[in-house]
Nanobody, 119 residues
């Protein structure tokens, strides 16, 4: 089992920045990919970014050049630095992790943290 706890959400003005954190506990050594998704009110949960154990990253087109995902393996934490925030970035941001659970893998999710971009 992997337990994920997000933090760092809040209210920010357009053009501002926030840094989200997600700390993992439990079967840490089994984790492969960690990432972020977001869900706006009344919308589906959409992919934002992911990072592998060796630091390879990938981003949704909507956040490329503005968001940066990083990982501190010593702290079992993944970060999402969000710059140049726009109102359309508003939503609940969820951390997830893919972990080995033989014979396959399992996706685990955090409880989410609210990000509101508004003037």
């Amino acid at each position: 089992q992997v337990h994920l706890v997000e933090s760092g959400g809040g209210l920010v003005q357009p053009g501002g920045s926030l840094r989200l954190s997600c700390t993992a506990s439990g079967s840490i050594s089994s984790i492969n990919i960690m990432g972020w998704y977001r869900q706006a009110p009344g919308q589906s949960r959409d992919y934002v970014a992911r990072i592998t154990t060796v630091g390879s990253t990938d981003y949704a087109d909507s956040v490329k050049g503005r968001f940066t995902i990083s990982r501190d393996n010593a702290k079992n934490t993944v970060y999402l630095q969000m710059n140049e925030l726009k109102p359309e970035d508003t939503g609940v941001y969820y951390c997830n992790a893919n972990a080995n659970t033989p014979p396959g893998t399992t996706w685990f999710w955090g409880q989410g943290t609210q990000v509101t971009v508004s003037s």
